[in-house]
């Protein structure tokens, strides 16, 4: 089965510290991967992708993801982390040929600790 | 340009009641995608539409239904309702998922609407 994992329900981070937030996934094929962003009472706001090239992708508000293919993994950074970086982050996948269905992992809490 | 947006924010309904959510997609996006997010899990897909065709159904029920409109708008709706129903439904424009083929096309969300049913 189609499947997106986020292992950690929670990451703690210092601010300025940097941080990561992990993703890997089970799906055929070569998937597009993507970050989405929950903040409190808010809808998903869209980070990134990785469609195809450059194995890191650089997004928005100074996050960048790195693909790695041979461990299927999509995991998210920054080298700096920002209080009003605290939010819900979503890894999400959709396989090739799917022009609609896109999987998304449990996501992952970020705690920013000034 | 406005982005997605949902109505109503907030719904309150009892068991075996019918629902009907609302959403506008952004000014020229002709898809529309709908998801279930239930309390600490992430969405989960139940709809995709373009130009008014269903293109994409994920795995619900038979009381889940869908249609979009002319105007690329859409409704949901969900029939007999459930407490198990009670969720964050999230609505998703983009520009054209180029149905059949794998697309690059970024979905954008709407803030969603929180439905709760007693």
């Known amino acids: 089965a189609q499947s997106v994992a986020q292992p950690e329900d929670q990451v703690n981070v210092a601010e300025g510290n940097p941080l990561t937030v992990k993703c890997t996934y089970s799906v055929s094929g070569n998937p597009y991967l993507f970050w989405y962003v929950q903040y409190p009472n808010r809808g998903l706001q869209f980070l990134l992708k990785y469609i195809t090239g450059d194995n890191l992708v650089k997004g928005s508000y100074g996050f960048e993801a790195e693909f790695n293919k041979s461990q299927t993994s999509f995991h998210l950074k920054k080298p700096s982390a920002l209080v009003s970086d605290s939010a819900l982050y979503f890894c999400?996948?959709?396989?090739?040929?799917?022009?609609?269905?896109?999987?998304f992992g449990s996501g992952t809490r970020l705690s920013i600790r000034p | 340009d406005a982005g997605v947006t949902q109505s109503p924010t907030h719904l309150i309904k009892t068991r075996g009641q019918q629902v009907t959510l609302r959403c506008s997609p952004i000014?020229?996006?002709?898809?529309v995608s709908w998801y279930q997010q239930v309390l600490g899990q992430g969405p989960q897909f139940i709809f995709q539409y373009y130009e008014k065709e269903e293109r994409g159904r994920g795995n619900f029920p038979d009381r889940f239904s869908a249609r979009q409109f002319p105007n690329y708008s859409s409704e949901l709706n969900v029939n007999a309702l459930l407490l198990g129903d009670s969720a964050l439904y999230l609505c998703?424009?983009?520009?054209?998922?180029?149905?059949?083929?794998?697309?690059?096309?970024?979905?954008?969300f709407g803030p969603g609407t929180r439905l709760t049913v007693l």
């Open positions: 998703a424009s983009s520009l054209n998922p180029a149905a059949g083929q794998g697309s690059t096309d970024t979905q954008y």
């Open positions: 999400a996948v959709r396989p090739r040929g799917s022009a609609s269905k896109i999987i």
């Open positions: 000014s020229g996006h002709k898809s």
